[in-house]
């Protein structure tokens, strides 16, 4: 139910209360009063009293909770800029280390006198592309990307892509 709804509803039950309960007390400031009508009147005024107790109470319930789920809210909001100054800070370590060791693979194959199409081929496969998938990105046959990996194998001193792939992980894993 809307706040302004809530309200009308307390405006209706004062409107209802307050007249009938003042009736009851001028009723019985006379010297004749109609006992039935006192009582209905009574009741009438007593409900209305009691309807509006538990409306308020509610509504400050939920103003409450409100209050609560506010903070709640806030330091969710706090939290989570947190962590993402986190992850941002996480995000630009790595990718300066990821620059880091890039440079130190293209030293290395600088110092393996690999060719520039081997040094793509190389990274590719270091990347975990297959044969046919490094064929594809560098538009050329399967057979010359065999070709230019064996080569790379005997230039590096390896014997073939998992000693290849080993030789540049096997520090990071240490």
């Known amino acids: ?60 319930q939920r103003y409450r909770e409100n209050a609560r789920l506010r903070a709640t809210l806030q330091s969710t909001h706090q939290d989570l800029q947190q962590a993402n100054q986190h992850l941002h800070a996480l995000t630009e370590k790595l990718r300066d280390t990821g620059k880091q060791y890039n440079l130190v693979v293209q030293e290395q194959f600088t110092a393996w006198g690999l060719t520039p199409s081997e ?37 590096s001193g390896l014997n073939g892509r998992h000693e290849f792939a080993a030789w540049f992980f096997e520090d990071f894993l240490a």
């Not at 081929?121 to 065999?146: C, Q, Y």
């Open 1 to 60: 139910m809307s706040r302004s709804k809530q309200w009308f509803l307390v405006a209706v039950l004062c409107f209802i209360a307050l007249p009938m309960l003042l009736e009851v007390f001028h009723e019985i400031q006379e010297d004749e009063h109609d006992l039935a009508y006192l009582i209905g009147l009574a009741v009438v005024g007593t409900l209305a009293l009691s309807g509006l107790a538990v409306l308020i109470s509610e509504i400050r």
């Open 119 to 155: 040094r793509e081929v190389a990274l590719l496969l270091l990347k975990g592309l297959s044969f046919d998938e490094v064929a594809s990105v560098r538009d050329t046959k399967e057979k010359t990307v065999r070709q230019q990996a064996t080569t790379i194998y005997r230039k």
